[in-house]
């Protein structure tokens, strides 16, 4: 069974820094788009980044709203996705959700959806 | 960025009714869209996406449809399980954006 279980979530000052994992299994993590996506209390979806498969380099892209202070990596050898959270804002606060992609063909690039999601884990920044 | 806006906010409907959610998008892209549901206290779950395919093991009551900027999801009869929040994706190019949701309740 494909599952993603994300942790590390908690309450951080503003200013601080936190780490959150993603552990992976049943599927061959080393192939998959992961992303990140959040969650503010009582809001929408955000986009916050992504990294590719380990064929594309494990390249990153993120959120305008987190780029510099937000950075995504991979553990191949764990099955472990990381998101490390610097300079931490109270707008951060939210639900951090990881998911795998699914990869779609079209027009001579593959596009990215989010088939398989974790359940979340909570983020609170205040002081 | 890539602006998507949902139409309705906010839907009261009744089971077995037919419902339609629109999303517009700010600039073309192409079919490139999903459909995600979620449900209060849960993670979204992919529902449609290529504006038309349905995942593996969604119900086929729902259907998507559009290209460029104009999408809509339909649930064809609503059943209590389907009360929950949708949000369409763009995923052109980036960065990703979502919709800012609909709502779906109970009449």
């Known amino acids: 069974e494909v599952q993603l279980v994300e942790s590390g979530g908690g309450l951080v000052q503003p200013g601080g820094s936190l780490r959150l994992s993603c552990a992976a299994s049943?599927?061959?993590?080393?192939?998959?788009?992961m992303d990140w996506v959040r969650q503010a209390p009582g809001m929408g979806l955000e986009w916050v980044g992504r990294?590719?498969?380990?064929?594309?380099?494990?390249?990153?892209n993120y959120a305008a709203s987190v780029k510099g202070r937000f950075a995504i990596s991979s553990d191949e050898s764990k099955n472990s996705l990381h998101l490390q959270m610097n300079s931490l804002k109270t707008e951060d606060t939210a639900v951090y959700y990881c998911?795998?992609?699914?990869?779609?063909?079209?027009?001579?690039?593959?596009?990215?959806?989010?088939?398989?999601w974790g359940k979340g884990t909570t983020v609170t920044v205040s002081s | 960025d890539i602006q998507l806006t949902q139409s309705p906010s906010f839907l009261s409907a009744s089971v077995g009714d037919r419902v339609t959610i629109t999303c517009r998008a700010s600039?073309?892209?192409?079919?490139?869209l999903a459909w995600y549901q979620q449900k209060p206290g849960k993670a979204p779950k992919l529902l449609i996406y290529?504006?038309?395919t349905l995942q593996s093991g969604v119900p086929s009551r729902f259907s998507g449809s559009g290209s460029g900027t104009e999408f809509t999801l339909t649930i064809s009869s609503l059943q209590p399980e389907d009360f929950a929040t949708y949000y369409c994706?763009?995923?052109?190019?980036?960065?990703?954006?979502f919709g800012q949701g609909t709502r779906l309740e109970i009449k």
């Open positions: 998911a795998s992609l699914r990869a779609v063909y079209g027009d001579g690039y593959y596009y990215h959806y989010m088939d398989v």
């Open positions: 049943g599927f061959t993590f080393s192939d998959h788009y």
């Open positions: 990294i590719s498969n380990k064929g594309n380099s494990y390249t990153t």
């Open positions: 600039q073309g892209i192409r079919s490139y």
């Open positions: 290529v504006a038309s």
């Open positions: 994706q763009q995923v052109n190019s980036y960065p990703v954006t």
